[in-house]
Antibody, heavy 117, light 112 residues
Framework: QVQLVESGGGLVEPGGSLRLSCVVSTSTFNANYMAWIRQAPGRGLEWLSYISGDSRATNYGDSVKGRFIISRDTAKNALYLQMNSLKDEDTAVYYC???????????WGQGTLVIVS | DVVMTQSPLSLPVTLGQPASISCRSSQTIVYSDGNIYLSWFHQRPGQSPRRLIYRVSNRGSGVPDRFSGSGSGSDFTLEISRVEAEDVGVYYCMQGTHWPWTFGQGTKVEIE
């Protein structure tokens, strides 16, 4: 069973930066797209960004476009999210996800909490 | 963005009885490959979401057969044939056709 483990969350002041990481337990999904999704406290789920296996294709939601940067290192089975110019409304649990088709989110990590305050 | 509207938002259920959740998309969600990328997820408190159904009616690996999905066009349904205690939590529909992919607001299922 594939496992995804996020890390890097924490408390940061508005305007600050944070880098999240997600390590996948297998290299099986290195050729697959991966994505970041977040869930603000007591709120629903929001797709933030995705990246292709070769890192050539990326896309972002409007709420993070220009502030967040997604990247990956297939040698480390890792996915990253560089978050800059953080705002109060970025406070959320951040999940990484992947699967045969990332748009179907077969697999999720346990999440890492980011608090902007 | 495609808006996914679920109903009801709260669903009291009785153990052993059926339950049904509806999801409506604000526009058609047929992808260019002909597939409808409509998925259902279940989230228990303190846990990450787990995918139950993909492409409208396909059960994910290890998902009990009491869960089924159906629908077409803009209207979709998740049904639980006989609710069990472990089914409590929040259920979300999601469209993976038009970026940004979007989730419904969630339906909270509780045992009566």
């Amino acid at each position: 069973q594939v496992q995804l483990v996020e890390s890097g969350g924490g408390l940061v002041e508005p305007g600050g930066s944070l880098r999240l990481s997600c390590v996948v337990s297998t290299s099986t999904f290195n050729a697959n797209y991966m994505a970041w999704i977040r869930q603000a406290p007591g709120r629903g789920l929001e797709w933030l960004s995705y990246i292709s296996g070769d890192s050539r294709a990326t896309n972002y939601g409007d709420s993070v476009k220009g502030r967040f940067i997604i990247s990956r290192d297939t040698a480390k089975n890792a996915l990253y999210l560089q978050m800059n110019s953080l705002k109060d409304e970025d406070t959320a649990v951040y999940y990484c996800a992947t699967g045969r088709q990332v748009r179907e989110a077969d697999y999720w990590g346990q999440g890492t909490l980011v608090i902007v305050s | 963005d495609v808006v996914m509207t679920q109903s009801p938002l709260s669903l009291p259920v009785t153990l052993g009885q059926p339950a049904s959740i509806s999801c409506r998309s604000s526009q058609t969600i047929v992808y260019s490959d002909g597939n409808i990328y409509l998925s259902w997820f279940h989230q228990r408190p303190g846990q990450s979401p787990r995918r139950l159904i993909y492409r409208v009616s396909n059960r994910g690996s290890g998902v009990p057969d009491r869960f089924s999905g159906s629908g077409s066009g803009s209207d979709f349904t998740l049904e639980i044939s006989r609710v069990e205690a472990e089914d409590v939590g929040v259920y979300y529909c999601m469209q993976g056709t038009h970026w940004p992919w979007t989730f419904g607001q969630g339906t909270k299922v509780e045992i009566e």
